[in-house]
């Protein structure tokens, strides 16, 4: 069965540091992989997305993952922190066949000033 | 394109009464999906459609809890009985079936049961 965990459910981080948000993934197949991110009472928005093209895939927002296929892992990093930046992060895993997505417990990320 | 709509946003409802939330889809996408988030949690997948049909459901999807779509277009989830513990934030998302399930999102409907 697909499952995800990250790690840390709250990062802060200064306004200009390097975020890096961590996603490890489970899965049985080669897996569909999604981060999203949602704002304060919004619904989920997507951020970028691996499905098995290249494995360092870039996003919207400045935002970039790299799937790493020997540690199992994808995540997700942005160089340089924006306050707008502030909000939760979910990583998701699907595979081929499989038609719905499995979330992690979600990252809320904190911008410090 | 307004992408995906959810009405209500909000429902506060005392404990034992029926809900009901609506979902219109993007219009070009013929999978619709509902999911239950619950605070400091993330989205729990509650069922699936492909045009009209109901294709999985999860455990989590308790007798009370009913889903259709029954032109393949809008669907309802409707809550029979509502406890406690049926509020949540009922997303709604679609998904065209070609392409690496991308799901696009609704607002969400924050149910609150007094």
């Known amino acids: 069965a697909q499952s995800v965990t990250q790690l840390g459910s709250h990062v802060s981080v200064s306004e200009g540091a390097l975020v890096l948000l961590r996603c490890n993934y489970s899965?049985?197949?080669?897996?569909?992989l999604f981060w999203y991110v949602q704002y304060p009472n919004q619904g989920l928005q997507l951020l970028l997305k691996y499905t098995s093209a290249a494995t360092l895939v870039k996003g919207i927002n400045g935002f970039e993952a790299e799937f790493k296929k020997s540690e199992t892992s994808f995540h997700l990093t942005k160089p340089s922190a924006h306050m707008s930046d502030a909000a939760e992060y979910f990583c998701a895993v699907s595979e081929f066949g499989n038609e719905k997505l499995t979330f992690g417990t979600g990252t809320r990320l904190t911008i410090i000033p | 394109d307004t992408g995906v709509s959810q009405d209500p946003r909000h429902k506060i409802t005392k404990r034992g009464q029926n809900v009901t939330f609506r979902c219109d889809p993007i219009s070009e996408h013929n999978r619709l999906y509902w999911y239950r988030q619950t605070l400091g949690q993330g989205p729990e997948f509650l069922t699936y459609?492909?045009?009209?049909?109901?294709?999985?459901k999860s455990r989590l999807l308790s007798d009370r809890f009913s889903a259709e779509r029954p032109k393949g277009s809008f669907s309802t989830l409707e809550i029979q009985r509502t406890e406690q513990g049926d509020s949540a934030m009922y997303l709604c998302?679609?998904?065209?079936?070609?392409?690496?399930?991308?799901?696009?999102f609704g607002a969400g409907s924050r149910l609150t049961v007094l």
């Open positions: 899965s049985s197949v080669p897996p569909y």
């Open positions: 998302a679609s998904s065209p079936i070609t392409g690496a399930n991308v799901l696009t």
């Open positions: 459609f492909q045009n009209e049909a109901q294709l999985e």
